[in-house]
């Protein structure tokens, strides 16, 4: 385990993070690790928001993707600098009204959104957004307009 900041931790493998299902009922570590080698970084502040986020919704949310490794980052197309690589989560998008989800996304401080046809990239990096393509930017703007 090696600590990052303050709040972020990386675990590599094994299961020495004490999961707090009081605190984030609604999601796992194992919905947030890597989906190739089970890596897993620990970020308080982003499961705090992910939690209200999904408190506010009083709706489940389907993790794609969560923290991934280098190399299945790499594997997967992923930005070399990827917030993926720390603590990032794309949400499917199936069952979520999507002005509602960046709303509640927004307020509970996520900063990074990559909006895509299926799923909403979010992350706590520098505040920034981007489409994934040119038709989720045709979808996405009737919703953040």
């Given at each position: 385990?090696?600590?990052?900041d303050l709040n972020l931790w990386?675990?590599?493998?094994?299961?020495?993070?004490?999961?707090?299902?009081?605190?984030?009922?609604?999601?796992?570590?194992?919905?947030?690790?890597?989906?190739?080698?089970?890596?897993?970084?620990?970020?308080?502040?982003?499961?705090?928001?992910?939690?209200?986020?999904?408190?506010?919704?009083?709706?489940?949310?389907?993790?794609?993707?969560?923290?991934?490794?280098?190399?299945?980052?790499?594997?997967?197309?992923?930005?070399?600098?990827?917030?993926?690589?720390?603590?990032?989560?794309?949400?499917?998008?199936?069952?979520?009204?999507?002005?509602?989800?960046?709303?509640?996304?927004?307020?509970?401080?996520?900063?990074?959104?990559?909006?895509?046809?299926?799923?909403?990239?979010?992350?706590?990096?520098?505040?920034?957004?981007?489409?994934?393509?040119?038709?989720?930017?045709?979808?996405?703007?009737?919703?953040?307009?």
């Open positions: 385990m090696t600590k990052v990386l675990f590599n493998g094994g299961s020495s993070v004490i999961w707090d299902e009081a605190r984030w009922p609604n999601f796992s570590r194992a919905e947030l690790s890597c989906r190739h080698c089970g890596e897993y970084v620990h970020d308080i502040d982003f499961l705090d928001a992910l939690q209200a986020v999904r408190d506010h919704m009083h709706r489940s949310m389907r993790i794609l993707s969560g923290h991934r490794c280098a190399l299945h980052n790499a594997r997967v197309g992923g930005a070399p600098l990827s917030q993926h690589l720390g603590m990032a989560v794309d949400v499917a998008l199936s069952t979520h009204d999507r002005s509602e989800l960046v709303a509640s996304c927004r307020e509970a401080g996520f900063t990074g959104f990559g909006y895509y046809r299926t799923f909403l990239h979010l992350d706590m990096g520098r505040p920034r957004f981007w489409y994934g393509s040119e038709k989720a930017k045709k979808t996405w703007q009737t919703f953040l307009d």
